[in-house]
């Protein structure tokens, strides 16, 4: 059974940090292309960045470019999201999702697994 467990959500002052983590089991890791997605109150769940399975080909949403990086540990089954210069409109649950496939999609249907989702509060 595939599990997606994130964490490292929190609340956070705007400009702060935070990097959430996505431990992985009962799946091929290194074969899954991984990404991360978020929900804000009220909107539909959106594209914030994904990584191919050799973690070597990385995307991102416009609005994040510059301040937020995502990289993979495949030998610890873990993906990451390092948030920094973080803004109150960054507040949202950060789910992390996982397509068996080398490459990422950047919509949200072709990933096959998800985890429960974490929050994150950047209070201004």
């Known amino acids: 059974q595939v599990h997606l467990v994130e964490s490292g959500g929190g609340l956070v002052q705007a400009g702060g940090s935070l990097r959430l983590s996505c431990a992985a089991s009962?799946?091929?890791?290194?074969?899954?292309?991984m990404g991360w997605f978020r929900q804000a109150p009220g909107k539909e769940r959106e594209f914030v960045a994904a990584?191919?399975?050799?973690?070597?080909?990385?995307y991102y949403t416009d609005s994040v470019k510059g301040r937020f990086t995502i990289s993979r540990d495949n030998a610890k089954n873990t993906l990451y999201l390092q948030m920094n210069s973080l803004k109150p409109e960054d507040t949202a649950v950060y789910y992390c999702?996982?397509?068996?496939?080398?490459?990422?999609?950047?919509?949200?249907?072709?990933?096959?697994?998800w985890g429960q989702g974490t929050q994150v509060t950047v209070s201004s």
């Open positions: 999702a996982a397509d068996p496939g080398d490459l990422p999609y950047l919509v949200e249907q072709p990933y096959d697994y």
């Open positions: 009962g799946l091929l890791f290194s074969s899954c292309a």
């Open positions: 990584v191919s399975n050799s973690g070597g080909s990385t």
